[in-house]
C-alpha cells in the first residue's frame, strides 16, 4: 500500500516536499514514481528513483528543481523547489516492477492517493 502526503497551497517560487510511504508492504518495489494530472490532463511522469536509491530519473520540466529521494525506511521524498503555476496538480505516487518503464504509466503496479499541490501567484 502506497500513501502520499505532503501537498498544499504554495506561493510560486516556493517549496513543498511530498512524502510517498509503502506500508505494510508485501512486496519490494524496484522503482517508485511520481506522476502529476492537472485539471483537463493526462495523468504525466514527474519523477522516479530505484528502491535502492542509486538510479534517479526526472521530466524535462523538473530537472534542476524537484529531487527525488528515498530514505532507509520505506518512505520516499519528492522535495519541490522554485515552484511554478504549472506545477499545479494531484500528485501521485506508484510503484512499477523496472526502472526500465518508469516512465511509463501503464506500467505502474500499485498507486496511492493523491495529493493536492496548489501553487499560486
Known amino acids: 500500500q502506497l500513501q502520499a502526503c505532503g501537498g498544499g497551497l504554495v506561493q510560486s517560487g516556493g517549496s513543498l516536499r511530498l512524502s510517498c510511504v509503502a506500508s505494510?508492504?508485501?512486496?519490494?518495489?524496484?522503482?517508485i514514481g511520481w506522476f502529476r494530472q492537472g485539471p483537463g490532463m493526462e495523468r504525466q511522469f514527474v519523477a522516479a528513483?530505484?528502491?535502492?536509491?542509486?538510479?534517479q530519473l526526472y521530466s524535462d520540466s523538473v530537472k534542476g528543481r524537484f529531487t527525488i529521494s528515498r530514505d532507509n525506511a520505506d518512505t520516499v521524498y519528492l522535495l519541490m523547489n522554485s515552484l511554478k503555476l504549472e506545477d499545479t496538480a494531484v500528485y501521485y505516487c506508484?510503484?512499477?516492477?523496472?526502472?526500465?518503464?518508469?516512465?511509463?504509466?501503464?506500467?505502474?503496479?500499485?498507486w496511492g492517493q493523491g495529493t493536492q499541490v496548489t501553487v499560486s501567484s
Open positions: 528513483i530505484t528502491w535502492s536509491g542509486s538510479n
Open positions: 505494510e508492504r508485501t512486496f519490494t518495489p524496484d522503482t
Open positions: 506508484g510503484a512499477v516492477s523496472s526502472y526500465r518503464n518508469a516512465r511509463i504509466r501503464n506500467k505502474y503496479n500499485f
